[in-house]
Each structure stands twice: as structure tokens, then as C-alpha cells.
């Protein structure tokens, strides 16, 4: 059983910050890539930031610089820290991986983020 489990979403004002969680069970987390994904109203889906079982990550060109991407294996979690935000990035933050080759990706039930004028 997979599980996803996303907190630390709420309400900041504008070029605050806000530090999101995502605590992962049911795959090998060491070993797996984790991606932050953020869903506005009437928009897809889109990629915030990814970072791969080594460590390597890449951002949204529209978040590079703000938002930082990290990981602590010994906790299973996945952290996205967001810096300077802006009301644009008002939007529910979703955690993603795909554990398994030939398996579906999976999905948390995400968490709101609201940014104030």
C-alpha cells in the first residue's frame, strides 16, 4: 500500500514563506524520485520541482531561485520549501512518485497553499 501524506499548507502573504511535507510509506523511499506538483483553479496539473533518489533536482522555470526541493531519507519525507511567494502560486500541492518501472505513478491528497496580497 502506497501512501502519500502532504501537510504544511495554509494561508502566507505575499514574500512570505512556507515550508510543505510530504511523508511517503509503502515504497523504498531511498530509492525512489519524489516530485511537488501544484494544481491552480481552472489549470492542469502542473510540475513544481523534482528531486531524484541521489539528489539531483530540477524546478519550473518559474520557480527557480524561490523554491527549494529536499529530501531526508531517514524520515521518508520529501520537503518543498517556498520563499518570496506570490498570490500566483495559490494552489493545491500535490506529492507524486512512481515506486515501480512498470507501475502507476501515485498521488497524496494534497495541500492548499493560499498566498495573500
Known amino acids: 500500500q502506497v501512501q502519500l501524506v502532504e501537510s504544511g499548507g495554509g494561508l502566507v502573504q505575499t514574500g512570505g514563506s512556507l515550508r510543505l511535507s510530504c511523508v511517503a510509506s509503502g515504497i523504498n523511499f531511498r530509492f525512489t524520485a519524489m516530485g511537488w506538483y501544484r494544481q491552480a483553479p481552472g489549470k492542469k496539473r502542473e510540475l513544481v520541482a523534482r528531486i531524484s533518489s541521489g539528489g539531483a533536482t530540477n524546478y519550473a522555470e518559474s520557480m527557480k531561485g524561490r523554491f527549494t526541493i529536499s529530501r531526508d531519507n531517514g524520515k521518508n519525507t520529501v520537503y518543498l520549501q517556498m520563499n518570496s511567494v506570490i498570490p500566483e502560486d495559490t494552489a493545491v500541492y500535490y506529492c507524486?512518485?512512481?515506486?515501480?518501472?512498470?507501475?502507476?505513478?501515485?498521488w497524496g491528497q494534497g495541500t492548499q497553499v493560499t498566498v495573500s496580497s
Open positions: 507524486q512518485t512512481t515506486p515501480t518501472i512498470s507501475g502507476p505513478d501515485y
